[in-house]
């Protein structure tokens, strides 16, 4: 159940991300290659979600 939690965790931080992403704010330290980089980020952490919570054991 732990790896499930920590699978939606990250399905929410990757929908979290791509909705920043979509605003697209104003971001000084980053610049340009935030822009790249904040979709990549939300693609990788909703991938890493759904593999955490659909595979492994079940107990």
Do not use: Y
Not at 11 to 20: P, S, V, W, Y
């Amino acid at each position: 159940m732990k790896r499930q939690l920590k699978g939606i965790g990250l399905l929410l931080f990757g929908i979290q991300t791509a909705i920043f992403s979509l605003i697209d704010p104003w971001i000084p330290l980053i610049g340009d290659p935030g822009r790249v980089a904040l979709p990549i980020l939300s693609v990788c952490c909703g991938a890493a979600g759904l593999i955490l919570c659909f595979t492994g054991k079940t107990e």
